[in-house]
């Protein structure tokens, strides 16, 4: 993965919680059919739509309810690039770096648009939308973070990590 992401927006609005993102009705599923109802609650057809790359951008309170884990990981079966917002719920948000699912916060996203085109610049902690010419002011992910994010996640990070060690 580049400290580059650039994607097309899929734009929803504040408090997706993670039963909207994830719903618990489909828990015992594997998570490829999962994924197939991600979002469907807001998006009956977001599964179907979202192309690998596309950008999810909310915002705010993204990913807040339960801790359950398959929130990011349905976006990242369904191969979403990144996740923007105004603010993550923080165990969504950790939960999503741990699987390797880049996501971070602006101030606000209310003059970007579904549809748009964005660039996220990880290291530099800036979002530019090249549909509108607006530049924003990201969180900027350290190096290990957007380390752990190339890698996979957290497993892969650690199994590359301890392979370096041994």
């Known amino acids: 993965m580049s400290a580059v992401i650039r994607g ?6 504040d408090n997706i919680n993670t039963d909207i993102i994830s719903p ?21 057809e977001f599964s179907k739509k979202v192309r690998p790359g596309d950008i999810i951008v909310a915002g705010n309170n993204f990913g807040s309810g339960s801790s359950r884990e398959t929130a990011p990981l349905v976006l990242k079966h369904l191969e979403v690039g990144a996740i923007v917002c105004n603010f993550f719920a ?14 971070v916060e602006i101030g606000d996203t209310s003059t970007i648009e579904e549809g748009d085109e964005i660039e996220i610049y990880l290291l530099e902690g800036k979002v530019k939308n090249l549909t509108r010419g607006n530049e924003f002011t990201s969180t900027k992910l350290p190096e290990h973070l957007i380390d752990m994010v190339s890698a996979g996640g957290l497993e892969a990070y650690l199994a590359k990590r301890m392979g370096m060690l041994s």
């Not at 828990?27 to 609650?41: F, G, P, R």
């Not at 923080?90 to 996501?103: M, Q, S």
């Open 24 to 44: 618990g009705q489909f828990m015992s599923l594997s998570i490829e059919k999962q994924a197939e109802h991600a979002m469907e609650a807001i998006d009956p």
């Open 8 to 13: 097309r927006v899929w734009k929803y609005e």
């Open 90 to 103: 923080r165990i969504f948000y950790r939960n999503a770096i741990n699987i390797g699912l880049p996501v």
